[in-house]
């Protein structure tokens, strides 16, 4: 059973570059979440899909923020004009939406970390 | 809104002793889940202990119990004979049971295990 995984697992760019981030769920997994961690920090919640749908999308996720999940299986995250203060580890987790009465469990992939110089 | 509460910045236990990290939690949602993550230095979260909000019974997963005090509002991890290997940040988080679902985290406790 293969678990979350996210490429690339570091990214260093310059101010001003556009960068790209994807994540692949674990199969079958009709949830996917992006988070964004800081030094020092818990992880803080952007966006999530359900299926290929974005139902929302955190206030911390400006304009130049973008996710897609085209298919409903993977999905990225686009950042334009990067700045200093979008450097963090960006983490993706999936869960299996079920429609019982527990909190669904929401498994992390290994995070992306993004330094912008 | 929900809100994790993790008064603890850092921890230090001495090999096979056990351990309890707190956590305390505020939310307006009638039905939450409560979860524990583990984050070693390569930065990946592993999922460690789920407690649902109704649930009787306190959750247990190997060496790691969950101390859930409703009344209280608090969610301490408790682990066993701990092991070297249990050097890393723990995350107590809290999501709501219906709609979104998304995982509020506190700010994390460093624990250390001293040989």
């Known amino acids: 059973d293969t678990g979350v995984s996210q490429n690339p697992r570091h990214k260093i760019t310059k101010r001003g570059q556009n960068v790209t981030f994807r994540c692949d769920p674990i199969?079958?997994?009709?949830?996917l979440y992006w988070y964004r961690q800081t030094l020092g920090q818990g992880p803080e919640f952007l966006t999530y899909?359900?299926?290929?749908?974005?139902?929302?999308k955190s206030r911390l996720l400006s304009d130049r923020f973008s996710a897609e999940r085209p298919k409903g299986s993977f999905s990225t995250l686009e950042i334009q004009r990067t700045e200093q203060g979008d450097s963090a580890m960006y983490l993706c987790?999936?869960?299996?939406?079920?429609?019982?009465?527990?909190?669904?469990?929401?498994?992390f992939g290994p995070g992306t970390r993004l330094t912008v110089l | 809104a929900q809100k994790i509460t993790q008064t603890q910045p850092g921890m230090f236990v001495q090999e096979k002793e056990a351990v309890t990290l707190d956590c305390t939690y505020d939310?307006?949602?009638?039905?939450?889940?409560l979860f524990w993550y583990k984050q070693p230095s390569s930065g990946e979260m592993i999922f460690l202990i789920y407690q649902g909000s109704y649930d009787q019974q306190n959750a247990t997963e190997g060496r790691y119990s969950l101390n859930f005090q409703k009344a209280r509002k608090s969610a301490n991890l408790v682990i066993s004979a701990s092991q070297l290997g249990d050097s890393a940040m723990y995350f107590c988080?809290?999501?709501?049971?219906?709609?979104?679902?998304?995982?509020?985290f506190g700010t994390g406790t460093r624990l250390t295990i001293i040989p």
């Open positions: 939310t307006s949602d009638p039905s939450y889940g």
């Open positions: 899909f359900q299926n290929e749908a974005q139902l929302e």
């Open positions: 988080a809290i999501a709501p049971t219906f709609g979104n679902e998304k995982l509020t």
């Open positions: 987790a999936s869960s299996p939406k079920t429609s019982g009465a527990n909190t669904d469990t929401q498994y």
């Open positions: 199969s079958e997994h009709n949830r």
